[in-house]
């Protein structure tokens, strides 16, 4: 299905357009008509999967035909992570341009001028904030905001979030807002908790379930069935023969992302680590330099391996095994997005093996694996103990048609004064998120009342409905997408 199947105000259109958004995504086919009814929905994807513009084109599309305050918060979207929050903030963004509407995202952290833009942004009313529970909880408590004309309320990674504990933080969010709305709720998977607070905040919501992402065909797989002692020279032996570059490396520990990065940084190579130990600007100025190809690769914990955007990636490296399979999935993810290709190498050393093999049941597949180079010595046989079921069930499956559509693209009524396409293409406004596993950080890390880190600011002339707002600034640094 395309876009223009639906009936999109212009703005809506027009922004689409610019951000090259043309067919739909399943999740998007199967959403976007029921969310411009009005429905609640429970919509069960992951990352990846256009979930994103699945409930903010609806949300934006009402909001442009008018009718609600100009002077208040019109809808909440809440996330799990400052992440998540800043990589939905950021296709809001794009998706804003075109458009007389404004955001706020209200993520924590420890920055003075954070927490002024913050309280501006909410106290102007900026149609939409994009909050970590924790954070949202430290404005309510300090009477920085009135959610009471709230229209529209959005849990992102609800499972997350519950795995955070932010459960009760959610319910008293939700207790703040009026009964009257629409509250729409995504969520990687469903446990029973997550079907206790859906029948909480919903109401008579619609359930939409797509299949478990697995590994995108363009990802070749790989393993090397290896000793510990093993990896490294099988690394270096890798990029004998090949370009470091546009590498990820990922190990779980973030003691071990450290010790990996100091001795490929002793074997010559060019490496940046991420882990949860950096401060908001330093993970900023990683990502930077990966982006920007002053460093060819980046050794990170799993606080990267979530939804981050960067189109090239050309290899992930698994330097020890994940013990969650949808962690696997979300790690090789970073390479071969939007159809390109990618590798993937797994180090499987003896105690991982296991659960390595509970990984290729789970992705129903048997990875190649690769003879270790002759330098590194003979690799043991591989003998995975147990083939126990690993990771979360999958979920059923979701249909993915896709028919030519012509739909009258509407040009009229525009409601909200909005602005007209003026040929910018936002150039940032693809998300780039992911999100910190709780292993690797503490639950309320978005929890300070302390200001943080100003949001960079990008565009000068980014037109906003309202005076004040939080957002709309320039800025050509890019913006940060992990801890
Ligand atoms: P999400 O699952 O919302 O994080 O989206 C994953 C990526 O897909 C993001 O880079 C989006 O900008 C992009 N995306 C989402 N929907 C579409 C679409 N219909 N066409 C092209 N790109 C899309």
Redesign the pocket.
């Known amino acids: 299905m395309y876009f223009t199947d639906f009936d999109f105000e212009d703005e809506v259109l027009d922004a689409l357009d610019a951000m090259r958004?043309?067919?739909?995504?399943p999740i998007?086919e199967q959403t976007l008509q029921p969310l411009m009814e009005g429905r609640d929905l429970i919509g069960v994807a992951q990352?990846?999967?256009?979930?994103?513009?699945a409930y903010l084109l609806p949300v934006l599309n009402r909001l442009c035909q008018g009718g609600y305050p100009e002077d208040s918060i019109n809808c909440v979207i809440m996330a799990p992570t400052r992440e998540l929050a800043q990589q939905i903030d950021r296709?809001l963004e794009g998706f804003t341009y075109f458009m007389n509407v404004s955001s706020v995202a209200v993520y924590g952290g420890n920055d003075g001028q954070r927490y002024e833009q913050e309280l501006r942004g909410m106290s102007k009313g900026a149609d939409i904030i994009v909050a970590t529970p924790g954070r949202l909880i430290s404005h309510i408590n300090l009477g920085n905001i009135d959610l009471s004309k709230v229209s529209f309320f959005i849990l992102d990674e609800a499972d997350r979030m519950l795995d955070m504990g932010f459960c009760n933080d959610i319910m008293t969010i939700a207790k703040q807002l009026p009964k009257e709305r629409q509250t729409m709720l995504f969520s990687a998977t469903m446990p029973q908790e997550i079907r206790k607070l859906a029948s909480d905040i919903l109401t008579d919501p619609l359930q939409i379930t797509l299949a478990l992402a697995k590994p995108a065909d363009g990802i070749t797989q790989q393993a090397y069935i290896c000793h510990e002692g093993q990896k490294l020279g099988i690394i270096n032996s890798i990029f004998d023969s090949e370009s470091s570059e546009r590498v990820i490396l990922f190990a779980s520990r973030k003691t071990k992302v450290k010790e990996i990065s100091h001795t490929l940084k002793k074997h010559g190579f060019n490496v940046g680590e991420m882990h949860s130990d950096l401060s908001q600007s330093e993970r900023d100025e990683i990502m930077f330099q990966y982006k920007s190809r002053k460093i060819d690769m980046i050794v990170a914990t799993d606080i990267l391996a979530r939804?981050i955007?960067i189109d090239d990636i050309r290899i992930v490296i698994n330097y020890d095994v994940p013990r969650d399979c949808d962690d696997y999935i979300h790690r090789i993810g970073r390479t071969a997005r939007a159809g390109t290709k990618g590798r993937a190498i797994t180090l499987v050393n003896v105690e991982d093996q296991e659960y390595f093999k509970r990984i290729e049941d789970f992705i129903e597949q048997d990875v190649p694996k690769l003879e270790l180079p002759a330098a590194v010595g003979e690799a043991p046989a591989y003998e995975p103990k147990s083939k126990q079921k690993g990771g979360k069930s999958r979920h059923g499956g979701n249909g993915n048609k896709e028919k030519r559509g012509g739909g009258d693209r509407k040009r009229n009524n525009r409601k909200r004064g909005g602005k007209q396409a003026n040929g910018y293409k936002p150039q940032n406004a693809?998300?780039e998120?992911n999100s910190e596993k709780p292993k690797d950080t503490t639950p309320h890390q978005d929890n300070a009342t302390k200001p943080q880190s100003e949001k960079p600011k990008r565009r000068p002339h980014h037109r906003r409905r309202k005076p004040g707002n939080a957002k709309g600034g320039d800025g050509t640094a890019p913006v940060a997408e992990n801890k």
Do not use: I, M, N, Y
């Not at 958004?21 to 995504?25: L, P, Q, S």
């Open positions: 958004f043309e067919k739909c995504t998007q990352t990846g999967t256009g979930k994103t513009a296709q939804g955007d693809k998300p998120s």
